[in-house]
Structures are given as structure tokens and as C-alpha cells.
């Protein structure tokens, strides 16, 4: 038996599942299906099902212990130049809003604590029905209707964040990050990507919700190298990114989709020159990062510890704030703080988090010497 299998899901698997196995996938996924890559596995005995794990089967259908994404929606009605998402998973259909709950209330009694709403194009919940209201009055729905303790929003466009949307987040339940992919911070771009904002649309839509929202993270995608994009094109886009301050970026290079209109745009942009600016963007993205989680520090705030790791006999627990950073933890291998919300104090930016203190554990003079015992073991 194989040590590794590759699998191929998501648009790609619909679109052109042919060149996935002549580029040697085992087996390739509908979307609809993508939860079940493991049965699927061993239905098509790709890996005999004697091999199969319930932890395996476990892994990929279920959620994690603490958090869950919940998908409301599929497909997408706008045609954004480089995205083949509206041919691959066709228009907006969105989940009856008691579907929602119900699975929520199951995954309630389940221990789960937090649960990430989801879909293919998030904010348009419901525009199928002719609701342009729809997420917001989901979102309150949810709120009102379920008593589960977080509630995250992934990716919303732009475009879809309105007031009654933003009017939702005075309930702390819903946690203060949004994503809002800006996708190029040049006006030129956005309008040859076919993006229904503009850069001053953008920001002025970012100073209401910073001015809604204490502490919101406000992270985005932006994608380089698309095609006619010039140097100075990309010089715009990058201090618009650093002007904004987003608390993360997903940086993506530009990918030529078949169909697409972007995929017949003049002036393709070379490979290396996508790949420089893709790095100056990362660069930029992870001083952003670094200057968010600064402004973090010394705030007590409730995080969700999720998962625990020891190094060197030690045990790291892993947790998250409300406003997504990733906080860290050394704790005695006694403490069990798994999906547990507890009161955190941030007080250090490390490499790869913060570094957090647990409020209830300890007396506050004490926190000096819990930082000094701990930070040795991040080294
Ligand atoms: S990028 Fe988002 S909004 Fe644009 S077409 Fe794709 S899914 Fe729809």
C-alpha cells in the first residue's frame, strides 16, 4: 500500500478531472462530495477499507473538537475576470436558513464552541430569494436562534458589507474579524478584474467598521501578476495594502483559468516578475501582521483554546483570540485547556503567535515570572 494518495477536489475536479489524473491523481472529487474523500478512498479501493481509520473517516467529515465551518451557501452571480468559480459551481443557492440552525444546534450539543459561517460568495446569502439582506438577517437569526457561543464570518465581499450587517457585531458573540478581499489596491486593476469597488469605496468602507468594531481584524486576499498590471499598477496596489493596515493578507499570484475573461487579457506578466511582486507583497503582508499583533498586546481577551503539541517533553497549547491571532501557551502536561474560552492576557509577539498568560490561573503580580519561564521554551 501506497504511503500517500493524491486527491484532487475543489473547482479543478469539475472543471477538468482528466488532467488531474493524467497528472496522476488517485482519485478525483466532486465538490458536492469533498467531505467524504475518505469513504470515497476506500469505495473506490484506492486504499481498502480495512485501512480505513474511523479518526481517518472522522478527519474529514467532521469538524474539529472546538470549531466548525458551517456552509450556507454555494455558487456565485458575478463574473470577476480571473475566477471560474460561476462556471464550476453555477449561481447563488443558498441553505434554508433552518438547516442552518439545525446544524448548528447539533454541533452545539456536540461541544462544539465556535462555528465559521461559510460559502463560495458569503454575502450574497439569500440574494437567490431576492433578499439583499440576507447574511445580516441570517447572522441575527443565528444570534437569537442558537445559543452557540462564537460566531465567525468567513470571507464577505466588499460590496456586501452593510449596515445591518455591521449593527450585528454589538453583539460580542459575533467575533470582530472580517475578511474583505481586496484583490488589487489599484483602480485600474480592479476595474480590468471586474470588481464591483474601488480603492476609495474600499477604505472608506474600512474606516466605518474600525469605527463600528473596537479591535476588528480586518484581513484580505490581493492577487499579483494580473494580466496589463505594471509596475506602477503594483506600486499603487502595495501602498494601498500598507495604507489600510489589514491585520493579514493572503497573497495569491495570478492564474490563467480557461474561460475566464481574464484568460484572453493582453499583457500576460511574466513568472518571475509575479514572483517578485508576490514577494514584496508577503513581505509587506507579514510586517502588517506583526504591526497588528503588537497593537494587541497587553489586552485580556477570551480565547478558545483549541490544540496542544509538546516540544521538547513540553506542552505548547494553541489557541485563538476573537480577532483571529493565534496565542500560545506552556502549560504543566496536567492542564487540559482543550476547547476551553478562557480569559488570556497577550503579552509578547512571537515568530509564530502571541505569547498568552491565563488570567484565572494567575495572580497578576505573577505574570512576570510566568513570562520569563516561558519564554525560553519558544527559542
Ligand atoms: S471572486 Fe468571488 S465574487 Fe468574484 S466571481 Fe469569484 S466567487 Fe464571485
Known amino acids: 500500500m501506497p504511503a500517500s494518495f493524491f486527491v484532487v477536489t475543489g473547482c479543478d475536479s469539475?472543471?477538468?478531472?482528466?488532467?488531474?489524473?493524467?497528472?496522476?491523481?488517485?482519485?478525483?472529487?466532486?465538490?458536492?462530495?469533498?467531505?467524504k474523500v475518505m469513504e470515497l478512498l476506500a469505495t473506490a479501493e484506492v486504499i481498502p477499507s480495512s485501512a480505513l481509520q474511523?479518526?481517518?473517516?472522522?478527519?474529514?467529515?467532521?469538524?474539529?473538537?472546538?470549531?466548525?465551518?458551517?456552509?450556507?451557501?454555494?455558487?456565485?452571480?458575478?463574473?470577476?475576470?480571473?475566477?471560474?468559480?460561476?462556471?464550476?459551481?453555477?449561481?447563488?443557492?443558498?441553505?434554508?436558513?433552518?438547516?442552518?440552525f439545525s446544524e448548528i444546534s447539533t454541533l452545539e450539543r456536540t461541544g462544539i464552541q465556535e462555528i465559521v459561517l461559510t460559502g463560495v460568495h458569503l454575502g450574497s446569502y439569500d440574494h437567490d430569494h431576492g433578499n439583499s439582506q440576507g447574511l445580516a438577517q441570517?447572522?441575527?437569526?443565528?444570534?437569537d436562534?442558537?445559543?452557540?457561543?462564537?460566531?465567525?464570518?468567513?470571507?464577505?465581499?466588499?460590496?456586501?458589507?452593510?449596515?445591518?450587517?455591521?449593527?450585528?457585531?454589538?453583539?460580542?458573540?459575533?467575533?470582530?474579524?472580517?475578511?474583505?478581499?481586496?484583490?488589487s489596491g489599484c483602480d485600474a486593476t480592479l476595474r480590468r478584474m471586474a470588481r464591483r469597488t474601488t480603492c476609495d469605496e474600499f477604505r472608506i468602507l474600512v474606516d466605518k467598521i474600525r469605527s463600528i468594531i473596537p479591535n476588528v481584524a480586518i484581513s484580505t486576499d490581493v492577487m499579483v501578476g494580473f494580466p496589463g498590471e505594471t509596475d506602477a499598477d503594483f506600486d499603487q496596489s502595495l501602498s494601498f495594502v500598507k495604507e489600510i493596515g489589514f491585520s493579514r493578507l493572503h497573497v495569491f499570484r495570478y492564474s490563467?483559468?480557461?474561460?475566464?475573461?481574464?484568460?484572453?487579457?493582453?499583457?500576460?506578466?511574466?513568472?518571475?516578475?509575479?514572483?517578485?511582486?508576490?514577494?514584496?507583497?508577503?513581505?509587506t503582508g507579514e510586517h502588517l501582521s506583526d504591526i497588528f499583533a503588537h497593537s494587541q498586546v497587553g489586552r485580556i481577551v477570551p480565547v478558545l483554546w483549541e490544540d496542544n503539541v509538546v516540544i521538547s517533553g513540553q506542552t505548547q497549547w494553541r489557541g485563538l483570540t476573537p480577532n483571529y491571532l493565534r496565542v500560545l501557551t506552556f502549560l504543566p502536561p496536567s492542564t487540559d485547556l482543550?476547547?476551553?474560552?478562557?480569559?488570556?492576557?497577550?503579552?509578547?509577539?512571537?515568530?509564530?503567535?502571541?505569547?498568552?498568560?491565563?488570567?484565572?490561573?494567575?495572580?497578576?503580580?505573577?505574570?512576570?515570572?510566568?513570562?520569563?519561564?516561558?519564554?525560553?521554551l519558544f527559542e
Open 14 to 35: 469539475e472543471l477538468d478531472p482528466e488532467s488531474a489524473v493524467r497528472a496522476g491523481a488517485d482519485l478525483t472529487v466532486s465538490n458536492e462530495d469533498k467531505d
Open 54 to 100: 474511523p479518526q481517518d473517516v472522522f478527519k474529514e467529515t467532521a469538524p474539529t473538537r472546538t470549531r466548525a465551518f458551517v456552509k450556507v451557501q454555494d455558487g456565485c452571480n458575478y463574473s470577476c475576470a480571473y475566477c471560474i468559480v460561476t462556471v464550476a459551481r453555477g449561481e447563488c443557492r443558498s441553505r434554508p436558513a433552518t438547516d442552518v
Open 138 to 143: 441570517l447572522v441575527q437569526a443565528v444570534l
Open 145 to 183: 436562534q442558537t445559543s452557540i457561543e462564537r460566531v465567525r464570518l468567513s470571507s464577505v465581499e466588499p460590496w456586501d458589507v452593510t449596515d445591518d450587517l455591521l449593527r450585528e457585531f454589538s453583539n460580542p458573540r459575533l467575533l470582530p474579524h472580517l475578511h474583505l478581499p481586496l484583490q
Open 256 to 283: 490563467r483559468r480557461e474561460g475566464t475573461a481574464a484568460s484572453t487579457m493582453p499583457n500576460p506578466i511574466s513568472k518571475a516578475v509575479s514572483q517578485q511582486r508576490s514577494a514584496a507583497m508577503l513581505a
Open 338 to 376: 482543550s476547547n476551553q474560552i478562557v480569559d488570556t492576557r497577550l503579552e509578547r509577539v512571537l515568530p509564530n503567535g502571541l505569547l498568552g498568560v491565563l488570567v484565572e490561573q494567575l495572580p497578576q503580580e505573577s505574570f512576570q515570572t510566568v513570562i520569563a519561564q516561558q519564554l525560553p
